[in-house]
């Protein structure tokens, strides 16, 4: 079992490009999260997926786009990058019914210049 | 929107010494969840809470819920190097509701 996994670990975009990050998960869970953590700020969700076809903004939805491919992929794009979105981002899954954990993934570092 | 206090920011102590830190948030909580992030890595769940008033331990960790589910607080005796990271409290507000608030976390360090 890989748990959670993301792709790129790490990116350096220009200003107005654009990128997407990629997570998957193959512990079956229905639930998929994308957070960004800045220093200071703790972990603030960005999106979050309760299951397969369904997507809700979270606390910071503002320049991001997500999509849940299929049950086990769940992707973040920036369409148009700006330096305040340079931040570290962690793709998380869980179960919330069976046992309400939220299993984290290695994260992206992406600096937008 | 829910929004979850957390303090100390930082905390440095000596190995051997004990460390304590606090989660408060203005509304009643259905439950509460603490995670470990090592330097470098990504948050590890630790624990949850449910019950009102509810303590539990692991080894040297012990974790409250406050009689009122508004507070919690997580208490390490005698840190260890491998106590090193930023502890994070994550809030959720209503039983059901599967988003986490996530606390600004306590990092932190241990002096040999």
């Known amino acids: 079992n890989a748990g959670v996994t993301q792709t790129p670990k790490f990116q350096v975009l220009k200003t107005g490009q654009s990128m997407t990050l990629q997570c998957a998960q193959d512990?079956?869970?229905?639930?998929m999260y994308w957070y960004r953590q800045d220093p200071g700020m703790g972990l603030r969700l960005i999106y979050y997926s309760a299951s397969e076809g369904t997507t809700d903004k979270g606390e910071v939805p503002n320049g991001y786009n997500v999509s849940r491919l299929n049950k086990r992929e769940f992707s973040l794009r920036l369409e148009s990058a700006a330096p305040s979105q340079t931040s570290v981002y962690f793709c998380?899954?869980?179960?919330?019914?069976?046992?309400?954990?939220?299993?984290f993934g290695p994260g992206t570092r992406l600096t937008v210049t | 929107g829910q929004q979850v206090m957390q303090i100390p920011q930082y905390q440095h102590v000596q190995e051997g010494e004990d460390f304590t830190t606090y989660c408060n948030s203005s509304t009643t909580l259905s439950n509460i969840q603490w995670y470990k992030q090592r330097p470098g890595g990504h948050p590890v769940f630790l624990i949850q809470?449910?019950?009102?008033?509810e303590v539990k331990k692991q080894k040297r960790l012990t974790f409250q819920f406050g009689e009122a589910k508004k507070n919690s607080s997580l208490h390490i005796t005698a840190t260890q190097t491998t106590d090193v990271g930023t502890y994070f409290c994550?809030?959720?507000?209503?039983?059901?509701?599967?988003?986490?608030?996530f606390g600004t976390g306590t990092r932190l360090t241990i002096i040999p």
């Open positions: 809470l449910v019950k009102s008033g």
């Open positions: 998380a899954s869980s179960e919330w019914l069976a046992d309400y954990e939220q299993y």
């Open positions: 512990m079956n869970h229905n639930s």
């Open positions: 994550a809030a959720v507000s209503n039983f059901g509701n599967e988003k986490l608030t």
